[in-house]
């Protein structure tokens, strides 16, 4: 992640503005409506899915999405992001360039951070999913959404949640340590809006508070 202000070359074009205002945003992030920082380690697939009994282009696969288990069908080439925003009606994961460039698809997958525009549904059998609407704990925010809020970390928000999301991926690999590091290990999230600094600023104070 740069350190300035510089506007980075691949990022979100479609989503309209959010909401009325910054907190109400964040808000809705958490309860109604994800960079491509792939986390280091291992792969997060799960168990091979189930084919559906229908024919060998679908599969059945279940996994739990912010605590709740869906079962579903899905065509075997469905993206987790696809699943979450269409099947599931979860918008807050963004598609900005649907080819792991950009981050703004970036939820947790076991508690590791993954660019769900990447990731195959049906390899996710069992999984455990984290959205942008799993992290609030009913009205009270997660500590990085409201260090968010209190760094003014973002403008358009297009790329929040998932910054947001791969800033709690950060954090909990212990990759929060400076500036530098948290640069570093969110590189993969773009914002088009050059928000950086105050972005590295927020997750700064949640690893802090910690
Ligand atoms: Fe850009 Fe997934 S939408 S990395
Ligand atoms: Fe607008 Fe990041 S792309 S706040």
Not at 158 to 187: D, N
Request: with cysteine.
């Amino acid at each position: 992640m740069s350190d300035n202000h510089a506007v980075p070359t691949a990022g979100p074009t479609t989503e309209p503005p959010p909401g009325p205002s910054r907190r109400t945003f964040i808000a809705a992030t958490g309860t109604a409506t994800g960079v491509a920082a792939l986390a280091a380690g291992k792969p997060v697939f799960g168990a091979p899915p189930e084919k559906a009994a229908a024919g060998g282009h679908e599969s059945r696969v279940t996994l739990l999405v912010n605590g709740k288990r869906h079962s579903l069908t899905v065509d075997n080439r469905t993206s987790l992001l696809d699943l979450l925003r269409e099947r599931l009606e979860l918008t807050g994961s963004k598609k900005g360039c649907d080819a792991g460039a950009c981050g703004a698809c970036t939820v947790l997958v076991d508690g590791r951070r993954v660019t769900a525009c990447l990731t195959l549904a049906i390899r996710l059998e069992g999984a455990e999913v984290t959205t942008i609407e799993g992290l609030a704990d009913g009205d009270r925010l997660h500590p990085l959404q409201q260090a968010f809020i209190d760094q003014d970390a973002f403008q358009c928000g297009f790329c929040t949640p998932g910054q947001i999301l791969s800033g709690v991926g950060c954090i909990r690999e212990g990759h929060a340590g400076s500036p530098e590091e948290i640069r570093e290990w969110m590189g993969g999230n773009l914002c088009r809006c050059g928000c950086y600094v105050k972005i590295v600023r927020a997750v700064a104070q949640t690893a802090k508070g910690r």
